[in-house]
T-cell receptor, first 111, second 111 residues
C-alpha cells in the first residue's frame, strides 16, 4: 500500500510570495492533517480535513489555509510568506481520527 | 507550561541496552497516545498507538500509559544502532484529528 505523498519535497521562496503544498493520503483514508515542524517549536498542528470539511484548526494566522478535494487529496496555502514560515510542513492521513501516518514533508525555505 | 513535556536529551546508550523514553502531560482529557520515530530529514513514523491506560507490546517496543500520573513511556529492548533517531510522543483528546506533540528525544545507540 502506498504511503502518504507530498509535493514538492523542497521549495525556496522569498518574503511576500505565496506557496501551495500538496498531499495525497493513503488510499482509503479520509482524514488529512497538516503540521508545521521547526527546531524551536517542534511539531505544531495547523488544521485537519475530513470529507472536504475542515474539522479542526490550530493557532496559526489566517495566512495559512487549506482545502481537501473529493478524492481526499489536500492542499495547504501560505500567503504573504514571512521568514519565520521556513519549516518542514508535514501532512498526515488517517482512516478516521487519531492513528495518523505521516508523509516525508515539504521543506520550505523563505529568503 | 506546555501541554506535553518531553526531555530532548540527547540520550546515548550502548548497543543492546534497554532504553526508556518518557513524556508527561497536563491535559487530563487526553485519551489517545502515540509514539513516533523520526529519522533525520524524514517524516515521523508511527511506532505505537494506544488508547487509555495500560501496556502495549510490539516486538522490541513496549508502550505504557499511566493516566493517573499523566505519564507515558516507551521502552526499547535490545537497542540497535538503527534505533538512533528522534522519538516523539503525541496525544489527542479524542475524535479531533489534532495531535499534540512533545519536543522529541534524540536517541543515539552506539555499536
Amino acid at each position: 500500500k502506498a504511503g502518504v505523498t507530498q509535493t514538492p519535497r523542497y521549495l525556496i521562496k522569498t518574503r511576500g510570495q505565496q506557496v501551495t503544498l500538496s498531499c495525497s493520503p493513503i488510499s482509503g483514508h479520509r482524514s488529512v492533517s497538516w503540521y508545521q515542524q521547526t527546531p524551536g517549536q517542534g511539531l505544531q498542528f495547523l488544521f485537519e480535513y475530513f470529507s472536504e470539511t475542515q474539522r479542526n484548526k490550530g493557532n496559526f494566522p489566517g495566512r495559512f489555509s487549506g482545502r481537501q478535494f473529493s478524492n481526499s487529496r489536500s492542499e495547504m496555502n501560505v500567503s504573504t510568506l514571512e521568514l519565520g514560515d521556513s519549516a518542514l510542513y508535514l501532512c498526515a492521513s488517517a482512516r478516521s481520527y487519531n492513528e495518523q501516518f505521516f508523509g516525508p514533508g515539504t521543506r520550505l525555505t523563505v529568503l | 507550561q506546555k501541554e506535553v513535556e518531553q526531555d530532548p536529551g540527547p540520550l546515548s546508550v550502548p548497543e543492546g541496552a534497554i532504553v526508556s523514553l518518557n513524556c508527561t502531560y497536563s491535559n487530563s482529557a487526553f485519551q489517545y497516545f502515540m509514539w513516533y520515530r523520526q529519522y533525520s530529514r524524514k517524516g515521523p513514523e508511527l511506532l505505537m498507538y494506544t488508547y487509555s491506560s495500560g501496556n502495549k507490546e510490539d516486538g522490541r517496543f513496549t508502550a505504557q500509559v499511566d493516566k493517573s500520573s499523566k505519564y507515558i513511556s516507551l521502552f526499547i529492548r535490545d537497542s540497535q544502532p538503527s534505533d538512533s533517531a528522534t522519538y516523539l510522543c503525541a496525544m489527542s483528546e479524542g475524535n479531533t484529528g489534532k495531535l499534540i506533540f512533545g519536543q522529541g528525544t534524540t536517541l543515539q545507540v552506539k555499536p
